[in-house]
Structure formats: structure tokens, C-alpha cells
């Protein structure tokens, strides 16, 4: 990844993101990842750290705007997991609107024994193979790397990120503005948090209050553990970047 860069403020709702896509279809993006048609792709992925049902109004848009995303399950998280019949129908629901399912692999137990149970987890949910998974928090682990899990395909790896640029936005601060990246590459890898989008989120600390409303009270020592973390990447990123894969 490219070193610090100044950070863009955006507007995180579901408008803004929507805006976001009609431009890159005006400039001739394919936004169906699967689809090599075009030489112009717009990769979309979703790393989904916070909550799966609150995104789902936004993932029916997306399809109709002909969005095929990747949207990255936590298997198990402080805030969800798919032992919640809940979170499991919302990830079921996904899948139906055409979405690709893949595993935002959590690596708190970093072994490729704990990566397999992950994905055997999402597998049973989608009832098939998982072929995609993002590192959650690599900020926070490192990126762990399994050379033996050659059939998976890692988001972050360098077969991915070499060839599509890479754009995030990582703790609602990104650092480059996708608006000025669109007329400027072919092939762009654009990672969101949708939840961010989702709940209309002006800064962290609102983002915080309608997390906390949302799980109604009960996730608030875990909401506030994410925002710290969020806060803290933001704060120690020239540092983290050297160490960027």
C-alpha cells in the first residue's frame, strides 16, 4: 500500500455511497465482480465488523443498481456471530439478492485449524464452498498468512491488491477520495464498511451512539472496544503503513 496520504472527509450515508456508484457506472465500471467483460472494473468489497442486518436495505439498492459485492462475514465477533439466527437469515438473505458470500476471517487464534473452523461455520450457513475471505483487523494482529490455503482467495494478498487499486474507508477517515480515482484507474478494489453507511454516521462517536442503539444497550462495552481500536489505527497510521502488506 502507498504511505500516508491526507485523510478525505466524506459523507457516510446511504446517498452519498450510491452517488459514489452512478459515477463509476457514467465513467463505464463493471460493477459485477465475477463479470471480465469490461476492462474497467470496480471491485466492491465489504468487510462487515459491526452488525449484517442493518445493511441489508442497503445490499437490496446495491443489486439493483447491478452490484455484485463481496460481502465478508465474521464467523465469530464481540458483536455478532452466526450462531445468532439473526445474523445467519441476514447472511442467507444476502446471498439470495445475488451477493457473494465470503469470511472476514477473525484471527484471534491465528492457525490454519481456526481458519478452516471459521469457514466451516459461514459454509454451513451458505450451504457451499466459500471461496473469498479479508483479515479483520489486521492493524491490530499483523496479517497472518496460511500458505497452505492455496483455493481460497486472500482480498488483501498482493495477487489482488497489485492489480486493482485499493481503496477503504478505513475508520470513516479514508485517505484517498474514490471521486478522484474513478477517471484515474481501470481496475479499483473499493473496501467498505457498510454499517457506516447504513446508519447515516456523520463521526465515530455518532456511529458509537446508533451501534449502541441498535444492539439496545447490550454491546456497549464491545461498541466502545471497536471505536477505540478505529481511533487508535487512525492514530498510529503512519506507523501501521510501513508494515501494510
Known amino acids: 500500500m502507498s504511505a500516508l496520504k491526507k485523510e478525505t472527509k466524506v459523507v457516510f450515508n446511504t446517498e452519498e455511497y450510491f452517488e459514489q456508484i452512478q459515477i463509476a457506472r457514467d465513467f463505464g465500471f463493471n460493477l459485477d465482480f465475477q463479470d471480465e ?58 446471498e439470495t439478492m445475488g451477493h457473494e458470500i465470503g469470511l472476514h476471517f477473525n484471527p484471534e487464534q491465528s492457525s490454519s485449524e481456526s481458519f478452516r473452523q471459521q469457514l466451516s461455520q459461514l459454509e454451513s450457513i451458505t450451504k457451499r464452498n466459500v471461496k473469498y475471505f479479508s483479515q479483520h483487523q489486521p492493524t491490530v494482529y499483523g496479517f497472518v498468512k496460511f500458505p497452505g490455503e492455496v483455493s481460497y482467495v486472500n482480498l488483501y494478498d498482493k495477487s489482488i491488491t497489485g492489480e486493482y487499486k485499493y481503496v477503504s474507508d478505513s475508520c470513516m477517515l479514508p485517505r484517498e477520495d474514490i471521486y478522484e480515482l474513478l477517471p484515474r484507474f481501470d481496475k479499483l478494489q473499493y473496501l467498505t464498511h457498510p454499517e457506516f453507511w447504513a446508519l447515516d454516521s456523520s463521526d465515530l462517536r455518532d456511529f458509537e451512539n446508533k451501534l449502541k442503539m441498535l444492539y439496545k444497550g447490550e454491546k456497549n462495552t464491545e461498541i466502545e472496544n471497536s471505536v477505540k481500536i478505529m481511533e487508535d489505527t487512525v492514530r498510529l497510521r503512519g506507523e501501521i503503513d510501513k508494515v501494510r502488506l
Not at 70 to 81: D, E, P, Q, R, V
Open 37 to 94: 467483460s469490461s476492462c474497467k472494473q470496480l471491485l466492491i468489497r465489504h468487510d462487515l465488523d459491526f452488525h449484517v442486518e442493518c445493511v441489508l436495505e442497503m445490499a437490496e439498492v446495491e443489486r439493483r443498481y447491478g452490484v455484485r459485492a463481496i460481502y465478508c462475514i465474521l464467523a465469530t465477533g464481540s458483536l455478532y456471530s452466526l450462531g445468532d439466527f439473526e445474523t445467519a437469515e441476514a447472511v442467507k438473505a444476502l
